[in-house]
């Protein structure tokens, strides 16, 4: 039976906390962004508190062997700090039996990047490229077979488990989803975790309503199912960012060089059609700041997004766009952000996106629930110093992805089954 972290008794008792530690370093090893970092700390210092110890565990990077510039040991000191007291670290997540049994109440001890053991993940590693398809199952299946034992080591150093990882909560891994069976009166949400999973339920389940989904970035094809979901939920639909362009090609606008996928086309206009059903507001960005190239230092020119002439391409949305966007934000109870409407990471083409960020900490004020997720529309937030002006910013990319698409995400479920 899954636990709550606020009634658990830590007392005496050691936690294994799963947490995305997965942090970006510079070439010093240094710490770029400690967001991650800082937004575990309320749950580990809640066992420490309660008068446990813990045991820390994560990934960092996508190593394929064991690899020094992804070892978790760069981050130990910060953690120490963040945590305010000392971090042990154990530089073998496999042998860290004896640390973990000498932690006394209120000690942490950090385990080695997961991730330096295929188990963790499941995937064979090492396969030759030319390898067979029967060569590939019999390493997939060495390596699952395996996985128990890698899986049953940490769960052995704990009386009980917390996932606080929503940032990788998407994925079915050793110590996100597979540890839980161990504990199956003693698993339980971290406070981080559980802070994603209420954000989430607000824009799916409770959205009060006119509910505004602002869905960007690239392409179609990587947020279609999103899209698909929103149809489901919201009142209005406004799409912006490279994605765009693909729907304004299927109603037989002209996009000069702009991104698009015409293999998209079908499905852009299944979705229009969709929403004409359902009553969904669709919101294209009507004009189009085109440059004519891709460059910060590009000439520019304002056009209708479906007359942009050839040789120019799309790079943000145009004041006309922005005006129309922000009056359907402003009158929602419930906005939900993911993805750039521009390239934003050049300056001169960052306006719609930054506006969008200003938008929803105005909606906010009004008393809108706003919730933003996707490491871009974060990033964009947080530039703008808004992070604590709208109601929730996301930790986790793919995971609040496949959230959105309606998915049940295999970390969350292995807690509440
Ligand atoms: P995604 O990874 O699909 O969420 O997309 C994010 C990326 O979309 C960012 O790197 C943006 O620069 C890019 N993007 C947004 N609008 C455009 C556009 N009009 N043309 C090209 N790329 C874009």
Same mark, same amino acid.
């Given at each position: 039976?899954?636990?709550?972290?606020?009634?658990?008794?830590?007392?005496?008792?050691?936690?294994?906390?799963?947490?995305?530690?997965?942090?970006?370093?510079?070439?010093?090893?240094?710490i770029?962004?400690?967001?991650?970092?800082?937004?575990?700390?309320?749950?580990?210092?809640?066992?420490?508190?309660?008068?446990?110890?813990?045991?820390?565990?994560?990934?960092?990077?996508?190593?394929?062997?064991?690899?020094?510039?992804?070892?978790?040991?760069?981050?130990?000191?910060?953690?120490?700090?963040?945590?305010?007291?000392?971090?042990?670290?154990?530089?073998?997540?496999q042998?860290?039996?004896?640390?973990?049994?000498?932690?006394?109440?209120?000690?942490?001890?950090?385990?080695?990047?997961?991730?330096?053991?295929?188990?963790?993940?499941?995937?064979?590693?090492?396969?030759a490229?030319?390898?067979?398809?029967?060569?590939? %199952?019999?390493?997939k299946?060495?390596?699952?077979?395996?996985?128990?034992?890698?899986?049953?080591?940490?769960?052995?150093?704990?009386?009980?488990?917390?996932?606080?990882?929503?940032?990788?909560?998407?994925?079915?891994?050793?110590?996100?989803?597979?540890?839980?069976?161990?504990f199956p009166?003693?698993?339980?949400?971290?406070?981080?975790?559980e802070?994603?999973?209420?954000?989430?339920?607000?824009?799916?389940?409770?959205?009060?309503?006119?509910?505004?989904?602002?869905?960007?970035?690239?392409?179609?094809?990587?947020?279609?199912?999103?899209?698909?979901?929103?149809?489901?939920?919201?009142?209005?639909?406004?799409?912006?960012g490279?994605?765009?362009?693909t729907?304004? %090609?299927?109603?037989?606008?002209?996009?000069?060089?702009?991104?698009?996928?015409?293999?998209?086309?079908?499905?852009?206009?299944?979705?229009?059609? %969709?929403?004409? !059903?359902?009553?969904?507001?669709?919101?294209?960005s009507?004009?189009?700041?085109?440059?004519?190239?891709?460059?910060?230092?590009?000439?520019?020119?304002?056009?209708?997004?479906?007359?942009?002439?050839?040789?120019?391409e799309?790079m943000?949305?145009?004041? !006309?766009?922005?005006a129309?966007?922000?009056?359907?934000?402003?009158?929602?109870?419930?906005?939900?952000?993911?993805?750039?409407?521009?390239?934003f990471?050049?300056?001169?083409?960052?306006?719609?996106?930054?506006?969008?960020?200003r938008?929803?900490?105005?909606?906010t004020?009004?008393?809108?629930?706003?919730?933003?997720?996707?490491?871009?529309?974060?990033?964009?937030?947080?530039?703008?110093?808004?992070?604590?002006?709208?109601?929730?910013?996301?930790?986790?990319g793919?995971?609040?992805?496949?959230?959105?698409?309606?998915?049940?995400?295999?970390?969350?479920?292995?807690?509440?089954?």
């Amino acid at each position: 039976m899954q636990q709550n972290i606020d009634s658990y008794d830590f007392n005496g008792k050691r936690a294994i906390v799963r947490v995305d530690f997965n942090v970006p370093l510079n070439d010093k090893f240094e710490i770029t962004d400690d967001t991650r970092i800082r937004r575990a700390m309320p749950t580990l210092k809640k066992v420490l508190a309660g008068g446990g110890s813990v045991i820390i565990m994560s990934h960092l990077g996508r190593p394929k062997k064991v690899e020094d510039k992804f070892s978790l040991r760069h981050i130990v000191d910060h953690v120490s700090e963040c945590l305010g007291v000392p971090v042990q670290f154990a530089d073998d997540c496999q042998k860290a039996q004896a640390q973990a049994a000498a932690l006394k109440p209120g000690e942490a001890l950090l385990l080695e990047n997961l991730r330096f053991y295929a188990e963790e993940e499941g995937k064979p590693r090492g396969l030759a490229e030319d390898a067979s398809d029967d060569e590939k %199952k019999a390493a997939k299946a060495a390596v699952k077979a395996s996985q128990k034992e890698f899986v049953k080591t940490l769960a052995s150093y704990a009386d009980c488990y917390i996932n606080d990882a929503f940032g990788t909560a998407h994925r079915a891994h050793g110590s996100t989803a597979l540890i839980a069976s161990y504990f199956p009166d003693d698993k339980m949400f971290g406070y981080l975790m559980e802070g994603e999973i209420k954000a989430i339920d607000n824009v799916l389940k409770n959205a009060q309503h006119p509910f505004t989904a602002i869905i960007g970035g690239s392409k179609v094809s990587s947020k279609l199912a999103v899209l698909e979901n929103m149809l489901e939920k919201v009142d209005n639909l406004i799409i912006g960012g490279g994605m765009g362009y693909t729907f304004v %090609k299927a109603q037989g606008g002209r996009i000069g060089n702009s991104l698009h996928e015409d293999e998209l086309i079908p499905q852009a206009l299944e979705i229009l059609a %969709k929403a004409e !059903e359902k009553g969904v507001n669709i919101y294209l960005s009507k004009q189009t700041l085109v440059a004519d190239e891709f460059s910060n230092e590009a000439r520019t020119q304002l056009v209708p997004s479906s007359e942009i002439p050839d040789g120019w391409e799309g790079m943000d949305a145009g004041p !006309e766009s922005l005006a129309v966007w922000k009056d359907v934000i402003l009158s929602s109870k419930t906005v939900l952000w993911n993805g750039p409407v521009g390239v934003f990471e050049m300056s001169a083409f960052a306006n719609g996106t930054l506006t969008i960020a200003r938008d929803l900490a105005e909606a906010t004020g009004k008393g809108a629930y706003t919730l933003v997720g996707g490491g871009d529309s974060v990033a964009a937030v947080t530039r703008m110093g808004f992070a604590d002006k709208v109601s929730y910013v996301s930790t986790g990319g793919g995971a609040m992805l496949e959230a959105l698409e309606g998915k049940d995400l295999p970390g969350i479920a292995a807690v509440r089954e």
